[in-house]
């Protein structure tokens, strides 16, 4: 899939979280539509799933409460957000925690542009998130990667998040990135990430997304 289409995908899922916040509760997703999100969302909707706002605000509620429940116990913890796109945890969990978002190059730029806008306009609380830029497909990449994380974690828990990112990744990248959490991660850390199981391969809806053209 092109650099592109990967991007596109991360503003995809803010307009399927704004859609409804009541359920998502996201309050901050409608932040990162603009008109072209719309405009490809309504050929996903048309081409791929019509009900996958239901499915992703579920997802962010659900990885929401889990962040929030992990970090209301008092510790040295930290959270490391991989393939973490346009999400806006650390603004809805309204005690700062310690944040690291790791993506490709040009998704982090952006973000990090567009939150410089956000909070100086006072649309977003101020964070103080660090950012990784890495493609999980390259393997001197991912262990560059550990290295980087080793220095932010050092003995500190940590609840690893992976959501809506397996999928887009070659198998032994994968691998990879679960052997760098292996690594990295002290008793009691958390990983949390969503997949879909090998016998959905040649599911209609999966079929579908893989030959959508965004
Ligand atoms: C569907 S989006 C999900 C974004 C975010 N986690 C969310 O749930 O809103 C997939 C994310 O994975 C990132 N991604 C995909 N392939 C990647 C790679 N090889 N290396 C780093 N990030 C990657 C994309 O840039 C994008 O932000």
Partial sequence: MAQS?????????????????????????????????????????????PDDEVALGIRNRFFFNLIETYFQKPGDKIFVNLGAGFTNYPFLIRTPIKTIEVDLPHVVDYKKQKLSEFTKSGKLPVRDINFIATDFNDSGDVAKLEKQLLNYIGNSESLFLLEGLTYYLKPSAFRSLIELICNLQKPNSVLALDYWPPHLRNHETCEKFRIIKL
């Fill in 5 to 49: 289409a990967i991007a596109d995908s991360a503003f995809l899922v803010n307009e399927l979280r704004a859609r409804n916040p009541s359920l998502s509760l996201d309050q901050y997703a409608h932040l990162w539509v603009n008109d072209r999100t719309r405009e490809i969302c309504k050929t996903y909707d048309q081409e791929v799933y």
